[in-house]
């Protein structure tokens, strides 16, 4: 079966109707839906599924209860030796969502780190991810280093210092720019 991460920045709280679009086709075709416990697209993720009377949604949470779970799904809760409340905290249920996952839906802003970091995380293991970028409202296909650096200079040059400095981004990059070249080694 077919699983995917559904995921996005915490500051977008309404899904466009292309997004709505794509969760239909989703859920139409009965994939499994891995989705976080946070504010903001999580929830609203989560709300859009519960309208669709999605079935196979799991909602996934690092420590002992989901911060929100709309549909009352199962949920998947993840262990971290992290204190809570910090990033790596939160982080610890995405790192296992990626790896749960065949291929990611984004929604992303241009800005938050954490929806970028899931989509660098898939591609490090080898899946793709289909982001919308909310702010020029278009899909956009990440499945190696060449699209993810296409999908990054849509930043803004603050969020881009931003990102590197909070998520050590370039360096990510150079990692999977070797990480394909090692692929392709004869």
Same mark, same amino acid.
Do not use: M
């Given at each position: 079966m077919t699983t995917v991460f559904i995921a996005g920045s915490i500051k977008i709280k %309404? *899904?466009?109707? @292309? &997004?709505?679009? @794509?969760?239909?086709?989703? &859920?139409?075709? #009965?994939? +499994?839906? *891995? &989705? =976080? +416990?946070?504010? =903001?697209? +999580?929830?609203?993720?989560?709300?859009? *599924?519960?309208?669709?009377?999605?079935?196979?949604? !799991?909602? /996934?949470? $690092? =420590?002992?209860?989901? @911060? #929100? #779970?709309?549909?009352?799904?199962? !949920?998947?809760?993840? +262990?971290?030796?992290?204190?809570p409340g910090t990033r790596a905290f939160f982080t610890a249920k995405d790192l296992e969502m990626a790896k749960k996952a065949d291929f990611g839906l984004m929604i992303w802003d241009t800005q938050s780190t954490g929806t970028l970091s899931n989509v660098i995380e898939l591609l490090?293991?080898?899946?793709? $991810?289909? !982001? /919308? &970028? #909310?702010?020029?409202?278009?899909?956009? %296909?990440?499945g190696d280093v060449k699209q993810l650096e296409e999908l990054v200079g849509l930043m803004s040059e603050p969020a881009l210092k931003k990102a590197d400095a909070k998520i050590r981004l370039f360096e990510k990059i150079d990692r999977l720019k070797h990480q394909q070249g090692d692929m392709f080694a004869v």
């Open positions: %309404n *899904l466009d109707v @292309r &997004v709505k679009e @794509r969760i239909d086709t989703i &859920v139409t075709s #009965n994939f +499994d839906v *891995l &989705v =976080g +416990d946070a504010d =903001g697209a +999580d929830t609203s993720i989560q709300t859009y *599924l519960q309208e669709r009377s999605a079935k196979r949604a !799991v909602v /996934y949470c $690092s =420590g002992s209860f989901p @911060r #929100n #779970n709309v549909g009352r799904w199962p !949920v998947h809760t993840v +262990d971290t030796e992290a204190t490090r293991q080898k899946k793709k $991810s289909v !982001v /919308y &970028v #909310n702010k020029v409202k278009a899909f956009k %296909n990440v």
